[in-house]
């Protein structure tokens, strides 16, 4: 088992290994007195590992309610939100309580808003069972759920109090997620690490899950722990996002997160190394390990999607989509842009300037 230490506002460790949903309330029991612990998770997760996490909480000493709702972002909204925290306050949850965000990002985003709102804040932490939520959203203390106006509007920051990820319970991933986890990961080498990259490059990350996800961890540590409210560097994490947004929005969400990151990173980085700030050579590397593992490369449609799909990918309309992105307020957009494989920088352009980004990125 990896152990890795985050020090925020609050600290708090991030246990990597095979067995730890198992162990969750023996591990739990380390540091927090019987109470009650609250398990949140989607219908599908529950399922496979819902008996797994809460026999282990009972036979650590603690009582444990549920709440289990149907998976998929739709679910990340207010209505789950209410619902969720409204089961809390009937099950008559305390400050002394914890609540147990068992799934993937969804699961964790919204438990972890639920955990930072019930009582002004109560103790939480994550269990995540996608490759995503591993090396991404369970650490770090971001929590949202989104509104009709956009995704993650509604949100705070709330550091959990302790990660446990078993790696064992991405076996049961379906291909599409963990291609996203992939992505993700493909990201995190780009952005900061080229032995991280070469070393997905030459072996599938399904591989070596433990080493892949403590290094990613450990990379998102230092960048929070830097950063924890997301005032400047932690925007490096969104390499290939505004992109990858853009894809996701046009194809009405159809195009799933990591597919659509995947081919924004290939559009920014093909787009840096034509505007000479990236090195040479950095674009090719990067398509030589993103069409391995099967993702898009911006240039053509995701697995699954008709080629005629592409339309909808063009410059044009991914520009008029970045517009739109409710977050992207100002006339000035921040881009993550590689200038080699394992380091970026971030770049503030003016947003009419994102049009030429694009067509350097190869989009008609
Ligand atoms: N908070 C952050 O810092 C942060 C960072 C990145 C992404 N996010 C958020 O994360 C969310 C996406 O997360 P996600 O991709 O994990 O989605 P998700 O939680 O919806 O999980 C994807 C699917 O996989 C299923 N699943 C989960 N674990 C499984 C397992 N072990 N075996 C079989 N099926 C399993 C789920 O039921 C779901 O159908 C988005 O809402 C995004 O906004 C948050």
Redesign the pocket.
């Known amino acids: 088992m990896k152990v890795i230490s985050v020090k925020t506002s609050t600290e708090y460790n991030v246990y990597i290994g095979s067995g730890l949903a198992g162990r969750v309330g023996e591990m739990l029991a380390e540091t927090t007195s019987p109470c009650t612990a609250f398990v949140i998770s989607?219908?599908?997760?529950f399922r496979?590992?819902g008996e797994r996490v809460l026999a282990s909480l009972a036979n650590a000493g603690f009582r444990t309610g549920t709440f289990v709702f149907e998976?998929?972002?739709q679910s990340?909204n207010i209505e789950t939100y209410g619902k969720i925290v409204e089961k809390m306050a009937r099950e008559k949850l305390t400050r002394s309580d914890v609540v147990i965000a068992l799934?993937?990002?969804?699961?964790?985003?919204i438990s972890?808003f639920a955990a930072a709102t019930f009582l002004r804040g109560i103790k939480y932490v994550q269990v995540?069972?996608?490759?995503?939520?591993a090396v991404?959203?369970?650490?770090?203390?971001?929590?949202?759920i989104?509104l009709n106006a956009g995704?993650?509007l509604l949100?705070a920051f709330w550091q959990p109090a302790a990660v446990f990820c078993d790696t064992d319970?991405?076996?049961?991933?379906?291909e599409a997620?963990y291609l996203?986890?992939c992505a993700?990961i493909i990201k995190y080498g780009m952005l900061g690490s080229e032995e991280l990259f070469e070393s997905v490059a030459a072996l599938p990350v399904s591989l070596h899950y433990d080493a892949v996800v403590a290094k990613c961890v450990d990379m998102k540590r230092e960048i929070v722990e830097n950063d924890e409210f997301d005032r400047g560097g932690r925007m490096v994490?969104n390499l290939g996002h505004t992109v990858g947004h853009a894809i996701e929005n046009k194809s009405g969400y159809m195009v799933?997160?990591?597919m659509a990151v995947a081919a924004g990173m290939c559009v920014i980085t093909r787009a840096a190394e034509n505007l000479a700030f990236a090195e040479k050579g950095t674009a090719e590397r990067l398509l030589r390990v993103i069409r391995e593992y099967g993702l898009p490369d911006g240039t053509s449609a995701p697995a699954g999607f008709p080629e005629e799909e592409l339309a909808g990918f063009s410059a044009e309309s991914l520009f008029e989509a970045a517009m739109n992105d409710k977050k992207a307020s100002g006339s000035k957009l921040t881009l993550a842009v590689p200038k080699r494989v394992g380091e970026c920088a971030l770049l503030t352009i003016e947003k009419s300037e994102f049009i030429d980004w694009l067509r350097a990125g190869g989009l008609k």
Do not use: M, R
């Open positions: 989607d219908e599908n997760v496979l590992y998976p998929g972002e990340k799934g993937g990002g969804v699961t964790g985003d972890g995540p069972t996608t490759l995503l939520a991404d959203s369970s650490v770090g203390g971001k929590t949202a989104d995704k993650n949100g319970t991405f076996s049961t991933l379906p997620e996203n986890g993700e994490l799933p997160h990591g």
